[in-house]
């Protein structure tokens, strides 16, 4: 007679009853939570006190491939030194710097510092090929 082996069960976990368990909780505190409606924070947010207003004057700088200097002001071009940058500065607000991508790093940077020698603050730089 031959041997009859017994075939071992594999144990295996069934999550049916978990899952449903787990949906069961979350429907229950889903239910049961309470939501504060009339919890809220008071912020006190400061007032703007502007009057009016002003339009910025705005010019733009131009370096070409040359190094030549120009100013476009009020749709007119006018090529300028860089020592007399200071008197097309007075009352401008804004000013764009535009040049050559072929320009030297420093020539860009002479033109900033000597901007911001005549206080001006909001600056943008351009470069065109």
């Not at 082996?5 to 239910?31: A, E, Q, Y």
């Not at 200071?86 to 030297?104: A, F």
Request: charged share 30%; net charge neutral; proline share 2%.
């Amino acid at each position: 007679m031959g041997r009859y082996r017994k075939k071992r069960n594999i144990m295996s976990l069934d999550l049916t009853p978990l899952i449903d368990v787990v949906f069961l909780l979350l429907i229950f505190f889903m239910v049961s939570t309470t939501f504060n409606k009339y919890g809220k924070i008071d912020i006190d947010v400061p007032v703007s006190k502007v009057s009016e207003k002003t339009e910025d004057i705005k010019i733009e700088i131009v370096i070409d491939k040359n190094e030549n200097y120009f100013i476009l002001k009020d749709g007119k071009t006018f090529p300028i030194n860089l020592d007399d940058l200071g008197e097309h500065l007075k009352d401008v607000k804004k000013v764009s710097i535009t040049g050559d991508k072929n320009l030297k790093y420093q020539t860009v940077m002479d033109l900033i510092t000597k901007v911001k020698q005549h206080g001006i603050e909001n600056l943008g730089i351009n470069f065109y090929e």
